[in-house]
């Protein structure tokens, strides 16, 4: 394994884990985790559209984790398109990185090249037919509480089918009930200060 590039993101330079970014704990669902917030700008569509495309899963599989200090990547303020550009290369990366993993192992397994894989939805497919195995049924045999090595190439954009398109934004539903954003929480017993000069 290869020491990861100075040129990384901060974010994953501050957060090396893979399993920081990624999970598979849960049958049929994925977990994003990122350190970024929603307040407004639609970030969490945008990173859930990333690590879908990467990883070769629908958007519906994923569940976001966002801003839970123990659980979520330490990844500083949240502002708008720097978003994008600091998580979403991170996770971009890792979940390149994850997906080759999973596509090593996979081939491994069943002797073959890597590049005779796909995956869609999560499933592993060769020559067009499931192999019986997914991202689920395989994810205790990887370890993915290891540095990102930084060494898988992420998606060509002429891949794309996911990045890129519209798709429902995943904080219209709170928005409606006026539970959008961090700002707007108001836990029991918050207290406020304010400075009188």
Not at 58 to 75: F, I, K, M, N, Y
Not at 116 to 127: K, P, Q, T, W, Y
Not at 149 to 177: E, F, Q, T
Request: hydrophobic residues 45%; charged residues 20%.
């Amino acid at each position: 394994m290869t020491a990861p590039s100075k040129n990384l993101p901060k974010s994953l330079l501050d957060n090396p884990l893979l399993g920081t970014w990624i999970g598979f704990g849960e049958t049929g669902r994925v977990r994003l985790a990122t350190g970024k917030v929603e307040i407004g700008q639609g970030v969490l569509t945008a990173l859930a559209q990333i690590a879908a495309e990467e990883l070769d899963v629908t958007p519906a599989r994923l569940r976001v984790v966002s801003g839970e200090t123990p659980t979520s990547p330490r990844e500083g303020f949240t502002s708008g398109s720097n978003s994008i550009a600091v998580s979403g290369a991170s996770i971009r990366l890792v979940c390149a990185e994850v997906r080759a993993l999973f596509l090593r192992h996979v081939a491994d397994r069943l002797a073959c090249p890597v590049g005779a894989l796909s995956i869609e939805d999560g499933r592993f497919m060769r020559a067009g037919r499931h192999v019986g195995q997914d991202y689920w049924s395989i994810a205790r045999d990887i370890d993915l509480a290891r540095p990102a090595a930084a060494d898988a190439a992420p998606k060509p954009p002429s891949n794309y089918r996911i990045v890129g398109r519209s798709l429902p934004r995943l904080d219209l539903a709170d928005k409606v009930v006026g539970a959008a954003f961090i700002h707007d929480l108001a836990p029991d017993n918050l207290l406020h200060a304010r400075m009188l000069r």
